[in-house]
């Protein structure tokens, strides 16, 4: 391959993660041997040892990973770093004298297959390959990227043109390729850009405690326990004036339908901001106090848990954005997001209501009718309705979380308001919304979390099972939370709890705690204390194992040769009495051995070029070797026989003495 073309990759992974240190050193490792004559001779089992070497630091630098960040960013991170986890291979094959390394370092499993020890592999392209995933992974979305990346290919790809006679064509059509590769690519992002625009409820989010700020799919209707986790999904510090069920208000949506409800007309927009350090403005107005929320966002870009008359937030994030229904979203990577939310005595932000906002659907239109009668809504004030709506579904409804199916012809939210009056949250949010357009007052449904355990610290805990849903109502020219759900809802689902599940949370509140406050220590360090830290801890590791791959006595070659692997009781046994040892210690001891990495082929082309038909004679010699040694079926007196006439046969200058016997 080119020479430079590593060096130069690796400037470029650099360039792309901004880490230029351990890449300018990558690259002079990579680069000096094309100056330098020097080359090292690397025995077989320390190659090994340096292919061990690289899967200890994959696993290691994965665990970090894990620890700090979880899945998937730990996997993205993995890939990053994995160029510098495999320089110990790429410092093998640029300064050790073999040309190619063989498959029997690489693979475990081929390390007792002799035969794997003659198949080898140049790890120049691998390794060219690992370094332009490693600058992907890095995921700088400019220009510069697809450039470098073309530039690169090229480079790579001239070596091999097949009509060098024609630069200037295969220029344009390598040109080509990668102007049309390009298209795509925005093509592709364009297409993106124009599905969140157009159909942004096509959009749907991910499991567990992802929010979608376009769809809602809710639990009505489900049969049978409604489970949710113990996991620690948002801490609140630095909280005076927080009380218990407090609402962290993430995303509210204006139209329902069957099980789900829908945010209409509410594309997210960026917010605009003074300075790279200030804080985003959601609304006008002074904080008059700050909290300050961890959330372990783990796909990445979260919207945010936000209480009402939240004024602004400002964090590590790339960019936020906001939407007419109330939903924030950071562009931040997975992990931990630290922000600090700017807090006034304000009603919650979000647009005026719309016709959405009092829109009831069909199928549930008869059921909240025979309801609202019930609840003596007709002709009530909005402040009347919401009071009237609380009272009714707090006295005359149960929380629950193990449902039965609805009676034949009923919806889920029919059964819930004329039938077994018993459900949880989405059932207690979506009727009380519905309700209140029946009486005329515009609402929306929202999702968060409700601040329900507090620690000895003072911090508060969010836990999955924390989740909430509640209505928001336009009561007075502002929006107004209305939740229904009876008060005891989380200490309901706490005793229903398994018994086995206290120490489940024990070691996962263990785990989360490990990693919030490495997280923390994150926040807080400065650049040259990481680098103290995680730099001093590394070198000592890598010194450990540097001293575990090249340290102790080395054998002389003739030594390592003479090593013939011992016959077992009856001599025979599994060929390793093969007279093959002893013409391989005979050539060592002449000066003429095999080398660690090198395989017989080339050996036997060595030794045997100054003397006529000694190379084939050794050829023969080898195969005849490696079936009486291996194949089952051709073992025995007569293959060792066999093999002992060929080593007499041999040229008369040769060692052929080393078989009498």
């Known amino acids: ?49 340096i292919a061990d070497l690289c899967v200890v630091l994959a696993a290691m630098v994965g665990t970090g990973c894990y620890v700090a960040y979880g899945n998937p960013r730990a996997i993205v991170l993995l890939f990053q770093w994995m160029p510098l986890i495999l320089l110990p291979l790429a410092w093998l094959q640029a300064w050790g004298r073999a040309p190619a390394i063989g498959l029997d370092v690489l693979f475990w499993s081929l390390r007792h297959d002799a035969e794997a020890g003659r198949r080898s592999i140049h790890l ?45 064509l295969w220029l344009a ?35 567990g405690t992802r929010t979608n700020p376009y769809r809602a799919s809710t639990d009505m209707g489900s049969i049978g326990a409604l489970r949710q986790s113990d996991e620690i999904i948002l801490r609140v510090k630095n909280a005076p004036g927080v009380v218990p069920g407090m609402l962290l208000h993430r995303a509210s949506y204006n139209d329902y339908g069957g099980a ?87 009603p919650a932000l979000m647009a005026a209501p719309g016709a959405h906002d009092l829109r009831i659907p069909l199928r549930e239109r008869q059921a909240l009718e025979q309801a609202a009668r019930e609840f003596g809504l007709a002709g009530a004030a909005p402040e009347q309705a919401v009071a009237a709506t609380r009272r009714a579904l707090r006295e005359n409804f149960r929380y629950a979380t193990a449902l039965t199916a609805p009676r034949e012809g009923r919806t889920a939210l029919a059964e819930f308001l004329l039938g077994s009056r018993a459900g949880h949250c989405e059932y207690f949010a979506s009727a009380t919304v519905l309700l209140l357009r029946m009486a005329g007052v515009p609402a929306r449904y929202a999702t ?37 759900t009876p008060a005891d809802w989380s200490w309901q689902d706490a005793l229903s709890r398994p018994g086995g599940q206290r120490l489940k949370t024990w070691f996962t509140d263990a785990w989360s705690s490990l990693r919030y406050r490495y997280a923390m220590w994150q926040y807080a360090s400065s650049e040259w204390e990481k680098w103290r830290l995680f730099g001093g801890a590394g070198l000592l590791v890598l ?19 003479a090593a013939a692997p011992p016959a077992e009781a009856g001599g025979t046994a599994a060929g390793r009495d093969s007279p093959f040892y002893a013409v391989e210690a005979a050539f060592a001891a002449a000066g003429r051995g095999r080398a660690a990495n090198e395989s017989v082929r080339d050996w036997v082309g060595r030794v045997g070029a100054p003397v006529p038909g000694l190379g084939e004679a050794l050829m023969r010699i080898a195969d005849m070797h490696y079936r009486y040694r291996f194949d089952p079926a051709g073992g025995g007196p007569e293959s060792r026989r066999a093999l002992e006439e060929a080593c007499a046969a041999l040229p008369a200058d040769s060692p052929s003495r080393a078989c009498a016997g």
């Open 1 to 49: 391959m080119p020479r430079l073309l590593l060096p130069a990759a690796a400037l470029f992974w650099g360039w792309q993660t901004g880490h230029w240190v351990p890449a300018v050193a990558a690259a002079l490792v990579l680069g000096l041997p094309h100056v330098i004559a020097r080359r090292f001779d690397v025995e077989a089992q320390r190659q090994r040892r």
């Open 124 to 168: 120049g392209y691998p390794m060219l390959l690992v370094w332009l995933i490693g600058a992907a992974a890095a995921n700088q979305r400019g220009a510069g990227f697809s450039a470098g990346l073309a530039l690169l290919g090229a480079w790579a790809l001239w070596s091999v043109r097949r009509n060098p006679a024609r630069p200037f």
């Open 173 to 207: 059509l390598v040109g080509l390729a990668f102007g049309l590769g390009s298209l795509l690519h925005v093509a592709l992002n364009g297409a993106q850009t124009w599905l969140e625009g157009a159909a942004p409820e096509w959009m749907t989010g991910g499991g």
């Open 260 to 346: 789900s409800w829908l945010a209409r007309d509410a594309r997210l927009a960026e917010v605009g901001r003074a300075g790279v350090d200030a804080a985003w403005p959601l609304r006008p107005g002074a904080a008059s106090r700050f909290i300050e929320v961890a959330e372990q966002a783990i796909h990445g870009n979260p919207v945010l848990s936000l209480p009402a008359g939240a004024v602004s937030v400002a964090g590590d994030a790339v960019s936020l954005r906001a939407g007419p229904l109330g939903a924030v979203q950071a562009e931040a990577p997975p992990g931990f997001f630290i922000y600090r939310v700017g807090l006034a005595p304000l």
């Open 448 to 484: 968060g979390f409700s601040l329900q355990e507090q620690h000895a610290d003072g911090t508060w805990l969010v836990r999955e099972r924390h989740a909430h849903a509640w209505a928001r109502a336009w009561i007075g020219g502002a929006w107004v939370d209305v939740d229904t």
């Open 543 to 561: 010194a450990w194992l540097a001293w575990r791959v090249f340290g102790g006595p080395r054998r002389a070659p003739a030594q390592q040769a």
